[in-house]
């Protein structure tokens, strides 16, 4: 069994003032806390859980080996992020016309969260201690060299864009799930021998079988991947394999091995991590760990079909780019 | 903080972050919309559609010569509205609104609305300054 990175957490959490115990008033480092179970017996993970933060998924270079802020760095760096995304700032900001068209519209329409994540380290990922995501392999460059040079062409069908632009999942959905732009909550839900992973962007289920079934054959190949969950102790772990070469997380193939462990760790918090393993991609393994707090607000439904009228604008204005003398590019979306 | 350390901080976000933006729109605006055709349009609110992934309003704008030109202006998600208490009574047809975005790329009466505000110059949907706080001027990250 692999080991988990919950405990070396813990130890990082308590080793900073603000702990997800202090926030909460409940829990991560609190070894006595028991999580509550279900009337059957397992882990009750279920609830609406908030995975914003504004904590980067890679550490800035120029923070070399720093794991966690210290003193007022957080509290700095925090401002300067918001600075940076803030999408109410205009040519008067020294912001390009480019730029002001990539924002798309101002800061109302944006919830990325406003906070670090409490333990205050510097990325989400935690493996390997750089935190950053390890260099591509050569084949898994030129993969990803590929794709992104298709995606600057002008599109000639809907084919031609992205799959968060075409509505068949989300830019934050994964799986994994990484925060962004907005929806960044998932609703779990549990019964005997399942367990139901509900993220709000694009009405993405997973129902994930606990039954230690195996995977399907390996030709059968899958948006989201093929899930399947078992308990490790009192963390519902989650086993994706068989994706597709039509998807791609930060540079994964379709042969990604997905490691998604969900631990409550307080009344309000899970502790989700994720490991991505893809030799083929990668020149080793990654992986990240996101806090998810529990939110009384409700999901609401995203259906991304309904008026996808972006769609025909975006091919129509690579026609229009074509008739004025073809130098038009696929711009810079998903 | 001093001005310099923000600075600071500022250039170690956008040196290292920058590859990150592109993939946090849902759609590719710049694929969209021409950044070279910026637009200032005063209309009148005929319909606003809750639909996804993206609201839009249309509106009826007189252009000079007294003609009535039909524009659809995209906003954001819906789920946003809802969250920030923007209800479907909130705008109603009638009223008249400032668009100032950039027009489609296929020369058509769409455009992306960048700001949105009422004739006095409130804004429509208004963004905090991301730490929730309201823009006066004495929030950190306000320039």
Known sequence: MRRSLIAPLAAMLTAVPLTLAAADGGGDGDQSWTPPRTAWGVPDLRGVWDFRTITPLERPAKLGDKQVFEGDEAAEFRVAELGRRDKDRRASDGISAEQDVRNAYNQFWWDYGDELTEDRRTSLIVRPESGRIPALTPKGRERYSAMRAARARPPRTPVDRGVAERCILGFNAGPPYSPSAYNNNVHIFQSPGYAVLLIEMVNDARIVPLDRRGHLPAHIRQWRGDARGRWDGDTLVVESRNFTDKTSFRGSGANMALTERFTRVGPDRVLYEYTVSDPESFKAPWTAVIPMKKTAEPMFEYACHEGNYSMFTMLEGAREGERAGGHETGGDGQ | ?143
């Open chain 2, 1 to 143: 903080m001093s001005n310099r350390r923000f600075r600071t901080w500022a250039g170690i976000l956008v040196g290292t972050l920058a590859g990150v933006i592109a993939a946090l729109a849902h759609h590719a605006f710049s694929a969209e919309f021409d950044a070279k055709r910026p637009v200032n349009l005063k209309g009148t609110v005929v319909k606003m559609e809750w639909i996804n992934p993206h609201a839009w309003i249309h509106i009826d704008v007189n252009d000079d010569g007294g003609k009535v030109e039909r524009w659809m202006i995209e906003g954001g998600t819906p789920n946003t509205l809802f969250r920030r208490g923007f209800t479907k009574t909130s705008l109603m047809p009638g009223t008249v609104i400032v668009v100032d975005g950039y027009q489609a790329k296929d020369g058509t009466q769409k455009a992306n609305g960048r700001d949105l505000t009422f004739e006095d110059g409130r804004k429509l949907f208004l963004g905090s300054s991301g730490t929730g706080a309201p823009r006066d001027g004495r929030d950190p990250i306000e320039r």
